[in-house]
């Protein structure tokens, strides 16, 4: 047995006593607290997604199987995930990449954008980090950016003249994913957490964040410097040679499939864009596109279109959202929450040191309950701790975008991990970058911050 296998196998032995261990637990100790029997899936859970040593979608199943065969909380619980319209969106995600790879849109979309990428190396990531935020401002939902950026980020990379495995090929497809989620959390539409803020604000506060307000005292430092702080990361980690041209294949005129489903990305996008005014979830519009491309006789998918989708995300988008409803409704999130906010010194702490004390909390919370879980549970308590440190219930409300903008781990974002599992990428490529950024934005973004707030009045 080679020297990786066996690591390998030790892995999966730490796994199995891991699993084995937490089901002993709950089908021994049945009388245990609530808060403990979900604790013990959801801690587990975490481990494995954290470490990957399992496919995310086998954890997925493993945390279906421990809540389901011991009784830790109803089906509609355990099982929220395949309720939730983010897992249909990742359906129709699947359908639409298969889509766009199929007819060949991707390849000839990627041709000409990667025109006008072609002069630097430094120039191909600054575009498609910039593509990544601006889609942010016309795309609701950053599922749906990943699912259209995805099949064209890996065709694009091909097209540069960066093949699979090179560091300029996992260098932009990450950087444009990546540039599509954590900078536009400073958007208020463009994201789950973000949404949930919003409408949690409202049932509490009384009034949700205007787009503009919230906007100018986010996107400054959470948007505009973490994009750009983003971009130097990306080419520290991942430097690569300049494109060259003739890497590039001509673009040819759209047959008749790519039109049909041009139009069909079109009209969906227009929808997406437009769900203020109709109400309707972007996971129904993905729907009705991925239905489109489906049905027999459209020429947008194979015979038997169903053998060429990649489910295993399906499995792990389901997974981590039916982690949270179980964090949430089994009480350990606002335990948790609880925990921290009495170890917290935020009776005698200046100004600097809640703000940071806050962000902090935001961001530890959503290592367990993920980010949509973190308004959730801290908008409640806000005018608690508003009366504690001093603020308005509205800027304690507002430090969470800080720590909810700071992901540690892929897990935490699911829009992310599947982009990264359509695009054949590593999680711990990701997960590398994800924690040099974490480092980062706590050592300058949140100062700035700091200051930026003070300026604009909020502290």
């Known amino acids: 047995?080679?020297?990786?296998?066996?690591?390998?196998?030790?892995?999966?032995?730490?796994?199995?006593?891991?699993?084995?261990?937490?089901?002993?637990?709950?089908?021994?100790?049945?009388?245990?607290?609530?808060?403990?029997?979900?604790?013990?899936?959801?801690?587990?859970?975490?481990?494995?997604?954290?470490?990957?040593?399992?496919?995310?979608?086998?954890?997925?199943?493993?945390?279906?199987?421990?809540?389901?065969?011991?009784?830790v909380a109803p089906p509609d619980t355990v099982f929220a995930g395949f309720a939730s319209a983010a897992t249909w969106l990742v359906f129709a995600g699947l359908v639409i990449g298969a889509a766009i790879q199929y007819t060949g849109l991707g390849e000839n979309v990627a041709s000409r954008v990667g025109a006008w990428l072609t002069g630097s190396y430094r120039g191909a990531m600054a575009g498609v980090i910039a593509l990544g935020v601006a889609m942010a401002f016309v795309m609701p939902s950053a599922m749906g950016r990943i699912v259209l950026l995805a099949p064209l980020l890996v065709t694009l990379a091909d097209h540069l003249g960066y093949a699979k495995g090179r560091a300029g090929h996992t260098g932009l497809i990450l950087g444009g994913m990546l540039s599509t989620v954590l900078p536009t959390y400073a958007i208020l539409p463009a994201n789950v957490p973000n949404n949930v803020l919003m409408g949690a604000a409202e049932a509490v506060l009384g009034e949700p964040p205007t787009y503009s307000a919230y906007l100018l005292l986010h996107f400054p430092v959470l948007g505009i410097i973490k994009a750009l702080t983003l971009f130097g990361v990306m080419l520290k980690l991942y430097p690569d040679r300049d494109p060259q041209p003739g890497d590039l294949a001509g673009s040819a005129s759209l047959s008749a499939p790519q039109r049909r489903l041009a139009l069909v990305l079109c009209l969906a996008v227009a929808l997406w864009v437009s769900d203020a005014w109709h109400g309707i979830s972007p996971a129904w519009i993905g729907m009705l596109a991925a239905l489109v491309c489906l049905f027999p006789g459209s020429g947008l998918m194979t015979d038997k279109p169903l053998k060429s989708l990649n489910v295993e995300s399906l499995f792990y988008v389901a997974g981590i959202v039916s982690l949270g409803a179980l964090a949430n409704r089994s009480g350990l999130g606002d335990r948790l929450a609880h925990y921290l906010l009495d170890a917290l010194p935020l009776g005698g702490a200046g100004d600097a040191a809640t703000f940071g004390l806050l962000s902090a909390l935001s961001m530890a919370l959503g290592t367990v309950v993920t980010l949509p879980g973190i308004p959730a549970i801290l908008t409640p308590l806000a005018p608690q701790i508003a009366s504690i440190t001093g603020w308005s219930p509205e800027a304690v409300t507002m430090t969470q975008v800080v720590g909810f903008s700071t992901v540690i781990l892929p897990y935490q974002a699911p829009p992310l991990v599947v982009g990264l599992l359509s695009a054949g990428l590593r999680l711990r490529d990701s997960m590398r970058v994800l924690l040099i950024m974490a480092v980062l934005s706590v050592l300058i973004q949140w100062p700035l911050d700091y200051l930026w707030w003070q300026w604009l009045g909020w502290i």
């Open 1 to 71: 047995m080679s020297a990786a296998a066996l690591r390998s196998s030790r892995r999966h032995l730490v796994c199995l006593t891991g699993i084995v261990a937490v089901g002993a637990f709950l089908l021994l100790a049945p009388g245990a607290p609530t808060v403990a029997r979900a604790a013990s899936v959801v801690v587990l859970s975490i481990a494995l997604w954290a470490t990957g040593w399992l496919p995310q979608w086998l954890t997925a199943l493993v945390f279906f199987t421990l809540c389901t065969v011991a009784d």
